[in-house]
């Protein structure tokens, strides 16, 4: 057996899959990989193995199994204390995901869009008053993902960076299990403190509908709470932040897109999703163990060893969406698996998708002279984050 493949393997393009990805899938739809912390796993690169594999109930999400494929140094670790849901298999999992699902149905999205408008216009006001340059990712891109879920939550939305710093730490690959149990920690005070405050004072955010529906009732602990909605924040915010600040890179890059969407806006729905599909950030976030041998075209992941269901590559696969690196509003298709794919699907796919929608709708049309500020080979991508995604993107109007 040849010796195994370094993982991650970096983006050549920010706005595609590694090149590699191609060539496994042809040749070794289930390849062998070290990882960061020295482990070995496998990758998975076809739509269909992907599919199978987070569909199949044989396979483990949890992160306490010795082999769970974590990226980061300090992740497993740190993990195993906090135990975030997503980390986390039946029944303990669907408990979780029961309170979380009546709070991001359509329905309750959709009643958001006001909010959620509202928050973003706000946000490029100032952005827009401050000056005729900014850096599209403080200032508006994170701005906006965590007003959101802080909106959505119940949280203060006076320390923006803060949520910011927090998940910087917990999704590097290279924070230490100190370093990531620091940083939840004080993510987990400020939750403590506003949990205290619901528990006297219900509201009608969501950390109130839990606290009053789950917490007193006894469906979940204190610390439980506490995970699932420290998971929530920092799921929530990081993945729309990037997703908001690549989307707007690439339409720079393209004006043709861009003259699009300007033409026709009623395909700014379609276009989240074309782009959900394309720039696919979350990539390797499904992380699993075999809970029995699992064959792949001829090879055998035998039970008990790691598996990362590559949704990037299943995103890419040309057998399902031909030419998949083009960018095509009108391919008329959700069937992508950039929120996953089974029972641990993002609960807050719905969320995103408005998030995305209003926040790229918004900032084109208001701001039509928008242009890059700095040449694009200066901009710098983050290759070693659990979502890939842009540092910075000076801009100017």
Known sequence: MSNPLDFPIPRTCPFTVPDAYARLREEQPAARVTLPTGKTAWILTRYDDVRAVLASPATSADIRHPNFPAMGIGEQEAGAKSRPFIRTDPPEHTRYRRMLLPELTVKRVRAMRPAVQEITDALLDRMLDAGSAADLVPAYANAV??????????????????FHDITRVSGGRGSTAEEVSAALGDLFKLLADLIALREREP????????????????????????????????????????M???STLLLLREPGLLAELRDEPVLFPAAVDELLRVLSIADSIPLRVAGEDVDVDGAVIPAGDGLIALLGAADHDPEVFPDPATVDFRRGTTRHVAFGYGIHQCVGQHLARLEL?????????????????????ELEFKQESATFGIESLPVAW
Do not use: Y
Request: hydrophobic fraction near 40%; glycine fraction near 6%; aromatic fraction near 4%.
């Open 357 to 377: 929608e209003i926040a790229l709708e918004t900032l084109f049309r208001r701001v039509p002279t928008l242009r890059l500020a700095v040449p694009f080979e």
């Open 145 to 162: 993902s965590t007003s959101t879920i802080c909106e959505l939550i119940g949280l203060p939305k006076d320390d923006l960076e803060f």
């Open 203 to 242: 509201g009608d955010d969501l950390l109130s509908k839990l606290v009053v529906d789950h917490l007193r009732t006894g469906n979940v602990t204190h610390h439980e709470l506490l995970s699932t909605i420290g998971i929530t924040v920092i799921a929530g915010r990081e993945t729309t932040t990037n």
């Open 244 to 246: 908001i600040a690549l």
